[in-house]
Structure formats: C-alpha cells, structure tokens
C-alpha cells in the first residue's frame, strides 16, 4: 500500500518558519519528481516546489528565496524548509511524488495545515 505521510505542519507567526516533511512508502523503484503543493481556501492548488532526482528544484516566484526542497532518496524522504513565513503562505500543503515529473500522475499525500498568523 502507497502511503505518503507528511508532518510538520502548524500555527506560527509571521516570520516564523517550518519545516515540512514527507515520508514516502510502499513504491518499488525509481521516484524522479518529488514537491510539495499547496491549497488555500478558495483558491486552486498550485506548485509550491519541486526537485528531480537529480537534484534540479523549481520554486513558485512567491517562495523563491524563503523556501527550500530537499530529498533524501534512501530514507525515501521530502521537506520543505519554509523561512520568513508570511500570512499569504497559509494553506494545506500537499506532498507528491512521481515516477516523471512532478504532477504527473503519481502519488498524494493528505496534506498538512500551515497557518501564518500576521
């Protein structure tokens, strides 16, 4: 059974930071696109961040320079270290992972509430 498990989420202050995590089990083989995507209410899911297997990350304009995505394929694991947390970050965040790119097909997570409060 595919289980994707995230934790790390919670309530905290504007400027604050987080770090997400995602751990990753029951898919044999090689994951190529692993990130997070994120859901405010009202508002579409959108890419937060991205990384390959090789190591090459994509970032929404809105977090470039706060955020970071990392992976740690043997642990079968993804974060997402959030800094300088603003209000407008606040949503469920999403881990996925694929076998191509991220969004992909693939696989979900259940999602992890962040709250930012100003």
């Known amino acids: 059974q595919v289980q994707l498990v995230e934790s790390g989420g919670g309530l905290v202050q504007a400027g604050g930071s987080l770090r997400l995590s995602c751990a990753v089990s029951?898919?044999?083989?090689?994951?190529?696109?692993m990130g997070w995507y994120r859901q405010a209410p009202g508002k579409p899911r959108e890419l937060v961040a991205a990384i390959t297997n090789f190591g090459s990350t994509n970032y929404a304009d809105s977090v470039k320079g706060r955020f970071t995505i990392s992976r740690d394929d043997v642990k079968r694991a993804v974060y997402l270290q959030m800094n300088s947390l603003k209000p407008e970050d606040t949503a469920v965040y999403y881990c996925?992972?694929?076998?191509?790119?991220?969004?992909?097909?693939?696989?979900w997570g259940q999602g992890t509430q962040v709250t930012v409060s100003s």
């Open positions: 029951g898919i044999f083989g090689s994951i190529n696109g």
């Open positions: 996925t992972v694929s076998r191509f790119s991220v969004g992909v097909g693939g696989w």
